[in-house]
């Protein structure tokens, strides 16, 4: 009997969905932009949704990680972003 485990790459995001640094939200891999659902200097709750991304025919909505206000938006509907780049800069 053999046993295969999964790539690292295939496994759920899980944290690295909601946010790879602390405040600011960048894309868990290739990713193309679906929605934005939140403007500069708008107060975010946590956990509510910030950016949509499809990535291999599968969308993913990323979550403020904590509640703050959005100092920064790089990415509008139809971008298409590499792994690790920032979308959303929010402060606590």
């Known amino acids: 009997m053999v046993a295969i485990t999964s790539p690292q790459r295939l496994l759920p995001l899980g944290d690295e969905v909601r ?37 291999m025919k599968t969308e993913t909505v990323l979550r403020a990680e904590e509640a703050g206000i959005v100092k920064s938006v790089a990415c509008k509907k139809g971008d298409m972003f590499e792994e690790g780049k920032e979308l959303v800069s929010i402060e606590a």
Request: glycine share 10%; aromatic share 0%.
């Open 19 to 55: 946010a790879a640094t602390k405040g600011g939200l960048r894309a868990p891999i290739p990713s193309l932009i679906v929605d934005v659902k939140v403007e500069v200097g708008r107060a975010v709750k946590k956990g509510q949704a910030v950016v949509v991304l499809e990535s």
